[in-house]
């Protein structure tokens, strides 16, 4: 079983332990009691620090394709459908997925290169083959949907490129859908609050002193920031 660690470290969160390889990264064999454990939930994200095991690939695979609830996919859960993303249009509720430009890259067979000339197309193009919402990371991240809209985020800071910040935006975006934000909506707000967090944090501590955590610490100002503009 898996997830001792996070459960003894972390005081605010709760676990939900599953089968481990002998590698300890989740086994296909978990799949069953994930889909169980996710029936009554209002979103699943799924993919950091996962590896990329075979037998954990075959679980995201499973996943992907059974969780009836809305999914977001990042890290190594895109890394497991390289190769399989007609699973995306399979789905029983439209996907979000958040690669940064090399995911993208592996995603779509081409190159990195490629994907940066071209951020805002190739994205919208996977979007839309693929039937699901993309958020291309990195500076100036893009936002597809599956229906041709794209938009273009202007928070956020070459201070974010460290390791565990794309994982935070995966759990802001999780967070916006569980409190039934649509998977668009939910990546238009999430990524914004994300960056803005993210500036406040570079204007405290500069660009080059951060790590994700700090991200985190500035969520709550980023949403006073934001509701105070709404109430206006």
């Given at each position: 079983m898996l997830c001792d660690v996070t459960a003894t470290g972390t005081m605010d969160l709760m676990t939900f332990p599953l089968r481990a390889t002998r590698d300890d990264s989740v086994s296909r064999d978990a799949a069953a009691d994930a889909l169980t454990?996710?029936?009554?939930k209002d979103a699943v994200a799924v993919g950091p620090g996962l590896s990329?095991?075979?037998s954990t690939q075959d679980f995201v695979r499973t996943m992907v394709l059974r969780c009836a609830a809305p999914m977001v996919i990042d890290a190594d859960g895109l890394n497991a459908i390289v190769g399989h993303t007609k699973l995306l249009k399979k789905t029983r509720q439209l996907a979000l997925i958040t690669p940064h430009p090399g995911e993208m890259a592996r995603l779509c067979g081409r190159d990195a290169k490629?994907?940066?000339s071209?951020?805002?197309g190739i994205a919208t193009a996977f979007a839309q083959e693929n039937r699901c919402v993309v958020v291309l990371k990195g500076h100036h991240t893009v936002i597809a949907s599956p229906d041709g809209d794209v938009f273009v985020n202007r928070t956020g800071n070459s201070g974010m490129g460290t390791g565990g910040t794309g994982d935070v935006l995966t759990g802001i975006l999780g967070g916006l859908i569980a409190q039934g934000v649509g998977p668009v909506a939910a990546a238009q707000l999430g990524v914004y609050l994300h960056g803005l967090a993210g500036d406040i944090a570079a204007a405290e501590l500069t660009e080059r002193g951060m790590i994700a955590g700090d991200v985190i610490q500035r969520l709550p100002s980023a949403w006073r920031l934001i509701e105070g503009a709404l109430d206006a």
């Open positions: 454990f996710a029936k009554d990329h095991r075979k490629e994907v940066q071209d951020r805002a």
